[in-house]
């Protein structure tokens, strides 16, 4: 792609082997006035390299990809090469295996590719702030993976698992400090214990934790 002038907006890359998906994400994007499209790759190893160059503010990317390098693979090459880049998972699959690798690589949320063009908006602000997304269809895939409940050795505090339910629930620090009426900065501590306890990498993949293990 040429050179494009952001202007302040989200910078996004698309990242899926499929050409009329790139397409038809572009369009979706060139409607928000807040997100511009700032590159697009069609395989693992050719995100990466373009991430080095333009270093986006959130990059879009399909799980299953050709080349060697699957989406969860990409995701921790892009996060370690990149400093401040988020990664959104966009998947037409709801592989419970596929979902957990990708979060547990450090992607900050998944969405099933029939996500509303709105939907996938917000979830790029969100992404940007540092906010999690998780698609009611993927926190299912999780849950289905299990049948019973995952063992955790994790002792987790009644606070904690308050915070943990309310993150279930999509909810972020700013509002779950609103909800049990206290400071963001007590929320954000009790977040990363949460995240250390369950031995998660991200918020999204300790929510994603509970949900298989029952713990909300």
């Known amino acids: 792609m040429n050179e494009v002038k952001t202007n302040g907006r989200i910078r996004v890359v698309i990242v899926d082997d499929h050409e009329l998906v790139r397409g038809g994400l572009e369009t979706i994007l060139g409607l928000f006035d807040d997100i511009v499209l ?34 969860a693979e990409a995701t921790r090459e892009i996060l370690r090469a990149c400093s401040g ?3 959104l998972a966009l998947t037409s699959f709801s592989d419970p295996e596929l979902i957990q ?4 690589a450090g992607a900050l949320g998944c969405l099933l590719k029939n996500v509303s063009g709105m939907e996938l908006a917000a979830a790029i602000r969100k992404a940007h702030a540092g906010t999690s997304t998780l698609a009611p269809e993927a926190a299912d895939a999780l849950v289905q993976a299990i049948s019973s409940p995952v063992e955790t050795h994790a002792d987790l505090t009644q606070r904690e698992r308050e915070v943990l339910k309310l993150m279930v629930e999509g909810m972020t620090n700013a509002e779950i400090a609103d909800q049990l009426v206290v400071s963001l900065s007590t929320v954000k501590t009790h977040v990363s214990s949460i995240i250390a306890k369950l031995g998660a990498s991200t918020r999204t993949e300790a929510a994603a934790i509970a949900v298989r293990a029952h713990l909300d």
């Open 101 to 104: 690798r990708v979060l547990r």
């Open 85 to 87: 880049t988020k990664v």
């Open 38 to 71: 700032v590159g697009e790759a069609d395989s693992g190893a050719a995100a990466v390299k373009l991430c080095r160059t333009v270093h986006p503010d959130v990059v879009l990317m399909d799980l299953v990809l050709p080349g060697g390098m699957d989406g």
